[in-house]
């Protein structure tokens, strides 16, 4: 196959000091569509296909977002220390330009890496990779909480401020300012918690299902803190998909059961109440959060889904449940 020049001298400038190109080598560089907080290209060489991956210092949605583009440097980090526990469960590293702001992954071809999204959107529930990716996640979190060097190396609360707190927990609290003691005492109690390496957006969009099971992307998040935030941000995607007219929200209850319930049976740095106590009380401020926050799911388009999720979320929020299985039953039993 005869490829067309690259495009963009700063990138191939990159790659070459990297090595994972010649200097006189003729690539492809093809950019790639769906995220929202990096450019993500598709290089391809004579002999190899792999892709960059570099954040933008403002986000691609209607508010105005911005974040530290070191959280590129954290993500590709995240990655590494990951693939010791977990081989199959991230994406290779195949070189890093902190410089300019980027690395070089390996590439997963979609024919054999599935988005859990795309499956979950069209009714697609499989509880049993739902159960797998619960109890890697938690797999992730043990095996972190137990490297002490990483509460050092991943000490980013400023990024987890900019990306996660802010947008998702303060943004929100502004948008009901009957909530906002209590987002604020979230945003506090969640940033002073410190047990485990958190990924920060474990979402059925950043989750593949390969051949070796779950295969976690996007980790731009990455931050020694609060588990329980993992936790709480992939459940809430259960409840979302359910919230959608017509949706069957039991199916989607299933999946929400099955990954909590794997996911604290391998709590062992901490108590699993504890842990499943502040997932819960964060849940139903993230539901409400992806809809009144500064990233709302792209999914639920009606005023009556948006307003069906504020129904149940703002009770839940102003008088917080102990168990992550209160807040399955006071969204199956919400009109």
């Given amino acids: 196959m005869r490829l067309a020049p690259h495009a963009s001298g700063d990138l191939s400038e ?44 403002r986000l691609k949605v209607a508010a105005l977002w911005e974040a530290p583009v070191e959280r590129n440097a954290a993500e590709a980090a995240w990655m590494r220390a990951v693939r010791r526990w977990l081989p199959h469960a991230v994406p290779e590293v195949l070189g890093e330009d902190r410089a300019a702001g980027l690395f070089a ?4 071809p979609p024919a054999d890496f599935t988005l859990w999204k795309t499956e979950l959107l069209t009714g697609q529930v499989d509880a049993d990779f739902a159960a797998l990716a619960g109890r890697n996640l938690g797999l992730i979190h043990a095996r972190s909480a137990a490297d002490p060097s990483l509460r050092v190396a991943f000490a980013n609360d400023q990024t987890f401020e900019a990306i996660r707190i802010e947008p ?17 005492a979230l945003a506090g109690e969640t940033l002073a918690t410190k047990h485990a390496l958190v990924h920060g957006d474990v979402s059925p969009k950043n989750i593949l299902k390969g051949p070796h099971g779950p295969v976690f992307l996007d980790a731009e998040c990455a931050w020694f803190g609060d588990p329980a935030f993992d ?7 259960f409840l979302l998909k359910g919230a959608r007219a017509g949706a069957d929200k039991r199916r989607y209850l299933v999946a929400f059961s099955t990954l909590a319930r ?21 849940l139903p401020a993230l539901f409400l959060a992806r809809v009144d926050g500064k990233s709302p799911v792209e999914y639920l388009t009606r005023d009556s889904e948006r307003e069906a999720v504020r129904r149940c979320a703002a009770p839940l929020v102003a008088r917080p449940p102990g168990k992550l299985g209160d807040v399955a039953e006071a969204w199956s039993a919400a009109a």
């Fill in 14 to 57: 990159s790659l070459s000091r990297l090595g994972l190109i010649g200097a006189a080598e003729r690539v492809r560089i093809t950019p790639l569509t769906g995220g929202v907080s990096s450019d993500i290209s598709l290089v391809e060489t004579e002999g190899a296909r792999f892709c960059v991956k570099r954040a933008l210092p």
């Fill in 105 to 108: 992954m390996e590439y997963l």
């Fill in 168 to 184: 998702y927990l303060r943004a929100t609290a502004r948008a009901h300012p009957s909530l906002a003691g209590r987002f604020e």
């Fill in 231 to 237: 936790l709480a941000f992939c459940l809430n995607h």
């Fill in 262 to 282: 794997a996911y604290l049976e391998g709590v062992e740095w901490e108590s699993a109440s504890e842990l499943e106590s502040r997932a819960a009380a964060l």
